[in-house]
């Protein structure tokens, strides 16, 4: 008895068709996690008081600049650890399971103090904010890091590199941090329009947002640590 020719193509490229949609599931939730995580953590939103502050009587296109080397001193210090994750790995022996707990609890501290809608001591310190008011290199230090590229962003770039085991994945990780910084960029140099359009209520809402969504992030990665040193049975993290 002969098949269909429909019959006949579902048997060839049935399986085929799953495992293309599958990768692309695979690909499409990396992808989402690198962004999320990376933008949130970078959080330009939450920067916006301190960018005024040490902006302050500075004309815009100055304001534009300082902007501007603040995101691009993100971009390239992120991608730098993105790049050199897994040598620092191995250099200083760090697994990724003691990676992701302690990433995991350094990026929950942050997110408690993003639940309460304010900056965490570890992107942000008032004596930085004052000083930073008089220097000319401000959008590097602090503005860029550790304001934006603090601790917890460079930490979690450097968990999702060791989780990364393809090119692709690599390659969503550096896009999350090109497409981050550019976002950084627009919030920064429009700060005073956005502190407009949201006011301070709507940047404490969406600040508090982030740090939720953080904090679950954060407890993932604690998760995932215990998972991966047989700590927590596989069946129950997932």
């Not at 250099?91 to 707990?101: K, Y």
Request: net charge positive.
């Amino acid at each position: 008895m002969l098949l269909s020719t429909n019959t006949a193509m579902t048997i060839i490229f049935g399986p085929a068709r799953e495992a293309i949609h599958e990768l692309h599931s695979t690909y499409v939730q990396f992808s989402v996690l690198a962004l999320s995580s990376i933008f949130f953590l970078v959080d330009p939103f939450a920067a916006i008081p301190a960018f005024i502050s040490i902006t302050a009587g500075v004309d815009s296109r100055r304001r534009k600049r300082m902007a501007r080397k603040a995101s691009l001193t993100c971009m390239i210090v992120l991608t730098s650890f993105a790049l050199a994750g897994r040598l620092i790995f191995k250099m200083f022996g760090i697994t990724l399971p003691a990676f992701e707990i302690a990433g995991g609890l350094i990026l929950l501290l942050i997110g408690i103090d993003m639940l309460e809608a304010k900056r965490s001591p570890t992107q942000e310190s008032s004596d930085e904010t004052q000083e930073a008011a008089h220097k000319e290199d401000a959008g590097i230090v602090p503005l860029g890091i550790p304001m934006l590229a603090g601790p917890g962003a460079i930490s979690s770039v450097m968990v999702l590199v060791a989780q990364a085991s393809t090119k692709w994945q690599m390659s969503a990780i550096l896009l999350a941090i090109g497409i981050t910084a550019l976002a950084s960029y627009g919030v920064l140099s429009g700060a005073d329009r956005v502190r407009r359009v949201l006011g301070e209520t709507g940047i404490r809402i969406l600040v508090r947002i982030m740090g939720l969504l953080l904090v679950a992030l954060a407890v993932q990665f604690f998760v995932n640590g215990l998972t991966d040193l047989g700590v927590i049975a596989r069946q129950l993290a997932d």
